[in-house]
Nanobody, 123 residues
Framework: VQVVESGGGTVQAGGSLRLSCAASGRTFKNYVMGWFRQAPGKEREFVATISRYGGSTSIQDSVKGRFTISRDNGRNTVYLQMNSLKPEDTAVYYC?????????????????WGQGTQVTVSS
């Protein structure tokens, strides 16, 4: 699976962005999808994950209530809607695909990664 992120940019605190991740190469619905982020000088961290058909999700506590993950299997795309953005959300955001059914929050449990898209939130 190849995954390509888009939708990053610079936004003021309190604003919104929607990230997209387009997948190709394999059967998209066979993969659990996830979003991770890495801020400068920090380790990569889990943000959100969604099951193969979108019926289950898991969201990191620090973004719960502000971020929503969704997917459109007809478009082979997963989304991350980010609202009420804060400066601490500034990071490179990565999309990842993991073969199988179980939701997963560990980066090592994903098989394919995108190149990332920069999100910068100014105060």
């Amino acid at each position: 699976v190849q995954v390509v992120e888009s939708g990053g940019g610079t936004v003021q605190a309190g604003g919104s962005l929607r990230l997209s991740c387009a997948a190709s190469g394999r059967t998209f619905k066979n993969y659990v999808m996830g979003w991770f982020r890495q801020a400068p000088g920090k380790e990569r961290e889990f943000v959100a994950t969604i099951s193969r058909y979108g019926g289950s999700t898991s969201i990191q506590d620090s973004v719960k209530g502000r971020f929503t993950i969704s997917r459109d299997n007809g478009r082979n795309t997963v989304y991350l809607q980010m609202n009420s953005l804060k400066p601490e959300d500034t990071a490179v955001y990565y999309c990842a695909a993991g073969f199988g059914e179980l939701l997963r929050t560990g980066g090592n449990d994903y098989d394919y990664w995108g190149q990332g898209t920069q999100v910068t939130v100014s105060s």
